[in-house]
């Protein structure tokens, strides 16, 4: 499993991907197009989810990697506003 401090996270736009480099230099590339195929989603929780790639792709990486992603969108879309 991934430790946040053993590596680094980035948003690549130009492959719409998160590139992760370990202490060790090995690259991991997690496509977000694949990633999200199949997800239901809102226009809310596909706007915070491409701000979640962006802004923190490590946060992203860790749902990809431990099949989440659907249960953070659930939960992203059944928030209200205050």
């Not at 053993?6 to 694949?34: E, G, P, V, W």
């Not at 792709?57 to 860790?62: H, K």
Request: proline content about 2%; aromatic content about 6%.
């Amino acid at each position: 499993m991934l430790s946040k401090e053993s590596t680094h996270a980035t948003y690549n736009q130009r492959c719409n991907s998160i590139d992760i480099t370990t202490f060790d230099n090995m690259l991991l590339r997690i496509d977000c197009n694949k990633e999200e195929d199949g997800l239901k989603t809102t226009p809310n929780s596909q706007c915070a989810l491409n701000a979640l790639a962006i802004d923190t792709p490590m946060e992203y990486a860790l749902l990809a990697l431990t099949g989440e992603m659907q249960d953070w969108v659930d939960a992203e879309d059944s928030l209200e506003v205050w």
